[in-house]
């Protein structure tokens, strides 16, 4: 079984990935994650930039390492693994959307996911999972939110880490992510055309679960 999950930042769409990959107990590929672990490479590298080039980021790529696992994408830096923490910081989200912008990166990346998922099964998540990296997924959700939804829940995470948040700070962050990632030359964000879209605002995370597990039924039974 191979699935695809994609969809804006906040939407929920790595909670959703993860449990699929526990409940089928197959490897999960966090896309976005590897994208958050380039960016801090290139930050502590180059510093805080406003602009990348692929000259600067293509010597840095070797040492990086991805392990996709049950229930989690590990990602390796001279093999030492990265803390969650700093790659789920607001920064290291912003550097990851620069590499975003460099289609050179995109295609060599996307060819190293396709050659770690090969012909095994998979939960790919990210932009580009249903569209380039598995095309030919038995599944493709699009999880989405409303962007003051996607502000909301990302205002609760920092204050539930203790930390502070300006609510219409977030929401511009946010907006202004989407209108990058959607934007961009190469490889602008859209669902896949064969995507099931779910929105998840205003619902629990139970009862979209409970969506996305009667859909994968419906895929096993064929
Ligand atoms: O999924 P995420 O929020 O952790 O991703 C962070 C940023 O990385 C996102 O704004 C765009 C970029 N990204 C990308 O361009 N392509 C991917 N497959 C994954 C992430």
Redesign the pocket.
Known sequence: MKIAIDGP??SG??TIAREISLSLKIPYL???????AV?YLVKKKLGSVDQLYWEDVEPLLSSVEVIPEVGRTRVLIDGAEVSSEEL?SEEA?RM??L??TLGEF?EYINDEFRRLVGKGQAVV?????GTNIIPDADLKLFITASPEERAKRRLKQLKDRGEEGDYEEILKKIVD?DR??MERKDYP?KPAPDAVIVDTTGRSLEEVLREVFSLLNRVERG
């Open positions: 930042a906040g769409k790595s966090e896309t976005g994650l590897v994208y958050r960016g789920r989200g990851a959307s590499i975003g995109r998540e990210g932009r580009d999972a992510r990058r990632d964000f």
